[in-house]
Every structure is written in C-alpha cells, then in structure tokens.
C-alpha cells in the first residue's frame, strides 16, 4: 500500500530566529508594548521561557497565530485525500497536474476494502483503468482527457501553505475520529512536522479544540 509521506519545506524565520517569536511580536504590538522595547528586544532578547506561556495563551486571542505560516510537501495521498484538503478555504495549494504530468501508477487501497474480501478485485479494476490510460495517452489522447479513466485512488503530489491559526483549525477538524481515516493520517503528519519548529502546537489543538485530548 501506498504511504503518505508529508515534508515541512518552509517556515517563517524572522532572520533565521525562533518562529514562535513572530507571536510574542504581535501579542507584544497589540499590548503596545513594542513602542516601549522595540521589535528586537522581543524577536532576540526577551526570555525563552515567557515566549512558550505567550504562545500557550494565543489559543484564546489566536489571530497572532497567523503570523506563522509553513508550506507542506504532501505525496502520496489519493484525490480523495486531497479533493478533503483544498476544501480549507484559507491556505494555499499547488497540486500536481494531470493535464500537463503523466499518472503514475500509485493508488491507494482502503484497509477496509480489503478487509471485506474486495482487495483482489480492486487492484484489478484499478490497474485495468491505469493500462488503458496509459494506452489511450500513447494512442495520442491528451493527458487531460484520457484521466477521466482514472479512479480517484490514483495518487497525487501536492504543496500547501498555511498558517498556524489555519492549521490548528484543520486539526479540530481532521484530527477527530469522525474524520475520514487518510485525511487524518495526512493532517497528523502535517501536525508532528510543524511540532518540529513550534513544539507547542500539540498542546496549542488541545487547548483550541480538543480539551479531554481524544485526538492523542
């Protein structure tokens, strides 16, 4: 089976620094206190630890979240998958075109269908549909007409950017179990990269969405 592979590619980094202190920035504007101390005083010299409480307690004033943003390198998942993700409206997507890129022949099978005894004749049916996109592609019909063969298991690339206040969203979200199964694989993968740089978010979706943790 196909796995979803998720990369952070990008973050903000005021001057290479601490993301996290691009919060502290705004919440330290908004208070008027910048005026007093300067930006740099709060991007460089003003103390570690305070930094993570400010953070912790933007879940209740969250617009300073959006100052942060990260792009995700998201392969691997099926057009099912990524039809679920660019429905968040606030965030950008670059996907992997089927116009001008050939398929490949990825796709992805539920363990749910295999379970029921349909594996077999899944790959079957998918593969028969992927031999003849193939066949009509080389017979000279354009790409962009010979993937409506194409069943929505077919893997895609996608890059998406989006801001922490936005992915924290996506979290409640997608992270519930009534979520469907990949689109929560795809946002935990999302969640632990972004974790890499702003190691409060975990904390940050129990606080905003999930108070009892169900999503852990």
Known sequence: MVSTRVTLVAYSSPGGLDPRRLVLLAVK??????????????????????????????????????????????????????????????????????????????????????????????????????????????????????RYVLPQAFTTSILMTVNLRELIHIACLRLSERAQWEIREVVRAMVEEASRVVPEIPELITKSCYPRGEYL
């Open 29 to 146: 504007v908004s208070q008027g206190k910048v005026r007093e101390r300067g930006v740099e005083h709060y991007l460089r010299e003003y103390p570690e630890r305070d930094v993570h409480e400010w953070l912790l307690q933007a879940a209740g004033f969250p617009s300073v979240l959006e100052h942060v943003v990260f792009t995700f390198y998201i392969e691997g998942i099926s057009r099912v998958a990524s039809h679920q993700l660019v429905r968040h409206r606030i965030a950008s997507y670059t996907q992997e075109s089927q116009r001008y890129a050939e398929v490949g022949p990825d796709y992805v099978v539920p363990d749910s269908v295999v379970g029921a005894g349909f594996g077999e004749r899944f790959r079957e049916l998918a593969e028969a549909c992927y031999r003849l996109y193939r066949e009509m592609v080389g017979s000279g019909v354009p790409r962009e007409d010979a």
